[in-house]
Structure formats: structure tokens, C-alpha cells
């Protein structure tokens, strides 16, 4: 082993990456095992349920065959995780087609969503979080903590439908049904999606807000906070150029956090305006039975999420020396 390797491996940021990707692996194998669990907890058999009560018991015993229903539960979470780390999802039972197309258009449109309000929510946040830690304590910081909060206080579905009635049905200036094609144009996307991404920005604005501003004040009470503060410099200065790049690393949790949220959170909201995304996919397969589609997107969401936690963690550290060297 070369004595760049060596530093290479002995290098803390590594090590610690290497840490939280054997923890979120051993993550996402213990979640893979709940949602295998969870779907073999279903009441009733799923043959039957599938085939109808009028199958005959050798149509049912042929199609227990193909779904490997007679195979003990172990064997089956063993082979259907293979097949999933192959990538092989299996087939839908409600359309025969293969899951890993049925979801990869899915999961592209609700990556679009969630990205589309990331770009307006991240910024918003940012900006309106170092506004109430520049004047803090003022109406504007009271009258911005109060607003996130209630807005943050309100379940998805109220907000979504308080919007339908006030853009959709009295100003008539958006769709109520969210619902893109693949072929639409992006600015025709992007206006069919607004009430969904004001929805959704409302909802984890809040979050990201307070911590900026958090975070800042935290700051602004360090020695060389108060030493830029002798120097005359400004305080929007000391703000945006000291205060805020050294408040980086529990921004930066926050909003990872809210992005998690986002891509696994928007089931709700998906529903409420039939937005063609994979939450809306989970719910139309758990109606429909289709248990292999409901394992599939189970398994996505939990990707994203421990994915996007694990993005967090890297990112934290990264910006924060102290994480880097904790003794």
C-alpha cells in the first residue's frame, strides 16, 4: 500500500463517511426487512385477493407458484432483495409491466417537484432568516415567526385545499389537478405545478428559517463576531460575510433534512392534487394490492431519505472543523 493511500485512508473525512455509509447501509437493510415485514402482515391471502374469490384453488395454487407465496417468508426476502440489488423490481400485478419503469417516470416527477421548491423554498428561507436575525427582536422578526409558524401549524392537505379554493376556484389562475405528461413543455410544468410547490414551501419553510436564524445568533455571540463589531463594520456585513458562513453546519442539516422531506413527505400533497409522482403511485398500488409495487416504493423513499440524512452528515462535517476533529 503507497503512502498516499495510506493518508488517503487514515484521513478523518474519510473514515467518518466510511462510518456513515456502513451505518446507512446497515439502515436500509433493517427498513428493506420492516417493509417486507409490514406487506406480510397484510390480512387475507394475496392470491385470493388478487385472482377473486371465484379462482379456482389450481389457478391460485399456479399463481402462488409465480409469486413465490410457497416459499418460506426468509427465502422470499432473501431472493426479492437480490432482485433488488440487481435492480430487478419484478412486475406490477395490477398492469403486468415491469415496476422499475412504472416508477422511474414517477420518481422523475416527484424529483421535479421537490426540486422546483427546493429552488424556491432554500433561498426564500436563507434570506428571510438572516432578515430576522438582522433585525432581531423587531415587529419584522416577530411578524416572520409568527407567520411561518402558523403556517407550519396547518396539515398539508388544509393548505393545499385553502389554495385550490382561493387560486384555483376564485382567481381561476392555476390548475386544481396537477396532472403533466411527458411531453408538456417546462413552463407549462412549471404553471401546473405552482399550488403544489406553494404547498410544500410553506410546509418546510418554517424549519429552515428559524434554524438560519438560530444559527446566526449563536454566532453573532463569539469573540470575533464582537471584534468585526469594533472594527465599524457593519452589521448586515458581519452577517452575510462572517456570521453566516460560520452557521453553515446546522443550515445545512436542516435543509437536507427538509429536501429528505420533500422527495418521501409530498404523498399528501400528491393525492390532494393528482400529481402523477411516486406517492401518488403508492397509494393508487396499496388500493389496487399491488404489494410489489408498495414494496418497491417503500424501498425508494427509504433510499432517498437515509441518502440524502447521509448527504447531510458529509456536508456538516465538511463545513464544520469541529465535527471534523471532535477531541
Known amino acids: 500500500m503507497t503512502r498516499a493511500m ?23 437493510l433493517v427498513i428493506s426487512g420492516l417493509i417486507f415485514v409490514g406487506v406480510e402482515a397484510l390480512p387475507g391471502d394475496l392470491a385470493e385477493a ?34 433488488v440489488v440487481r435492480g430487478d423490481f419484478g412486475n406490477s400485478l395490477a398492469s403486468g409491466k415491469p415496476i422499475a419503469d412504472l416508477i422511474g417516470w414517477r420518481f422523475k416527477n ?10 424556491v423554498a432554500v433561498p426564500l428561507a436563507l434570506f428571510l432568516g438572516m432578515l430576522a436575525a438582522l433585525y432581531r427582536d423587531s415587529w419584522l422578526d416577530k411578524l416572520l415567526s409568527i407567520s411561518t409558524l402558523t403556517a407550519i401549524s396547518f396539515p398539508e392537505f388544509f393548505v393545499a385545499y385553502i389554495l385550490i379554493t382561493l387560486f384555483s376556484v376564485k382567481l381561476a389562475l392555476f390548475p386544481s389537478i396537477s396532472s403533466i405528461t411527458r411531453d408538456m413543455p417546462l413552463l407549462v410544468k412549471l404553471h401546473t405545478i405552482t ?12 424549519h429552515m428559517m428559524r434554524m438560519t436564524r438560530a444559527a446566526i445568533i449563536n454566532v453573532m455571540d463569539l469573540p470575533f463576531i464582537e471584534m468585526a463589531r469594533l472594527k465599524g463594520i457593519s452589521k448586515r456585513r458581519i452577517i452575510f460575510n462572517h456570521a453566516l458562513p460560520n ?32 406517492g401518488q403511485l403508492l397509494v393508487d398500488s396499496v388500493s389496487k394490492r399491488d404489494l410489489p409495487v408498495v414494496q418497491a ?31
Not at 399550488?195 to 410546509?203: A, D, G, S
Not at 409530498?266 to 392534487?273: L, Q, S
Request: glycine share 6%; hydrophobic share 55%.
Open 6 to 28: 495510506k493518508r488517503f485512508i487514515n484521513n478523518p473525512i474519510v473514515k467518518m463517511v466510511a462510518q456513515r455509509l456502513a451505518i446507512g447501509i446497515g439502515t436500509l
Open 50 to 83: 388478487v385472482l377473486g374469490q371465484n379462482a379456482l384453488p389450481e389457478t391460485v395454487a399456479a399463481f402462488r407458484a409465480e409469486l413465490k407465496l410457497d416459499l418460506p417468508a426468509h427465502i422470499r426476502y432473501v431472493t426479492w432483495l437480490g432482485e
Open 110 to 119: 416527484t424529483l421535479f417537484l421537490a426540486g422546483t421548491t427546493a429552488l
Open 195 to 206: 399550488l403544489p410547490c406553494i404547498t410544500l414551501t410553506l410546509v418546510v419553510l418554517a
Open 247 to 278: 452557521a453553515l453546519a446546522p443550515i445545512i442539516n436542516v435543509i437536507a433534512l427538509n429536501l429528505a422531506y420533500l422527495v418521501v413527505g409530498v404523498v399528501v400533497v400528491e393525492v390532494v392534487f393528482v400529481y402523477p409522482g411516486l
Open 297 to 327: 416504493s417503500g424501498l425508494i423513499f427509504a433510499i432517498t431519505y437515509v441518502g440524502l440524512n447521509l448527504t447531510a452528515d458529509v456536508l456538516a462535517m465538511v463545513s464544520n472543523p469541529r465535527l471534523r476533529h471532535p477531541q
